[in-house]
């Protein structure tokens, strides 16, 4: 399904990046593409922090009051916000009171050609929530399903700290898989898939030389 690229092209994302690369699969429409990110991290990154001098991080609230241990923001047409009032989609920062800033041509790029390689061609992401993690946050079992459509995948690329992220099935009493992601992996899943539950343990201390003491997650879905 992944086909392995012409190095010399010079597009980054051309296929299979390096020999070193897998698939691994998690479910029925679930898979981790391994190290499909890693030739662009160092753009990602870059290009993160562009977006958040325009749309900083920032901890929002759940619906219960209780603030976020990981930071927050987003790109794209649609950005996923959480407060008091519930969980949505706002095509206006709350921060700010701007348009979140528009999703970079890379992050569109390997979105597309992420949920291709997995099985979804024709993904076309209008929302990149991008989740900061630093040691001990972590992100409990939740399903997506603030999108209108769920006929279209979620692409969910980890850059920086490696973390274990559990995938679990459509129950939340369902006994998720736990799988090891390191940076420049990227997770797959729709389908029979799209409504599994999912998480992030509390994150390991340590530092890397792309982001430091942090681990950056880009999730992007098609919310409107």
């Given at each position: 399904?992944?086909?392995?690229?012409?190095?010399?092209?010079?597009?980054?994302?051309?296929?299979?990046?390096?020999?070193?690369?897998?698939?691994?699969?998690?479910?029925?429409?679930?898979?981790?593409?391994?190290?499909?990110?890693?030739?662009?991290a160092e753009e990602l990154v870059k290009a993160i922090h562009r977006l958040a001098a325009a749309a900083p991080f920032r901890h929002m609230v759940t619906p219960g009051g209780h603030a976020m241990s990981l930071a927050t923001t987003n790109c794209g047409r649609l950005g996923w916000v959480t407060d008091r009032a519930g969980y949505r989609y706002e095509q206006i920062d709350p921060l700010t009171r701007r348009?979140?800033?528009?999703?970079?041509?890379?992050?569109?790029?390997?979105?597309?050609?992420?949920?291709?390689?997995?099985?979804?061609?024709?993904?076309?992401p209008d929302a990149c929530l991008i989740n900061?993690?630093?040691?001990?946050?972590?992100l409990s079992m939740h399903q997506d399903r603030?999108?209108?459509?769920?006929?279209?995948?979620?692409?969910s690329v980890s850059l920086g700290l490696p973390a274990v992220f559990l995938f679990g099935g459509a129950r939340r009493a369902d006994r998720?898989?736990?799988?090891?992601?390191?940076s420049g992996d990227v997770v797959v899943w729709g389908g029979p898939a799209r409504l599994a539950f999912h998480g992030i343990e509390p994150l390991?201390?340590?530092?890397?030389?792309?982001?430091?003491?942090?681990?950056?997650?880009?999730?992007?879905?098609?919310?409107?």
């Open positions: 399904m992944i086909r392995r690229g012409d190095a010399a092209s010079g597009d980054l994302l051309s296929g299979l990046p390096h020999a070193g690369a897998a698939v691994e699969t998690l479910a029925d429409g679930a898979m981790v593409l391994r190290r499909f990110a890693e030739p662009a348009p979140w800033p528009s999703l970079p041509d890379v992050f569109h790029r390997l979105a597309t050609r992420a949920a291709a390689a997995g099985g979804f061609a024709g993904f076309e900061r993690y630093e040691p001990g946050a972590r603030n999108e209108r459509d769920f006929g279209a995948p979620i692409v998720p898989r736990r799988v090891r992601l390191e390991a201390d340590g530092h890397h030389p792309l982001t430091g003491h942090h681990r950056i997650n880009l999730t992007f879905r098609k919310a409107g």
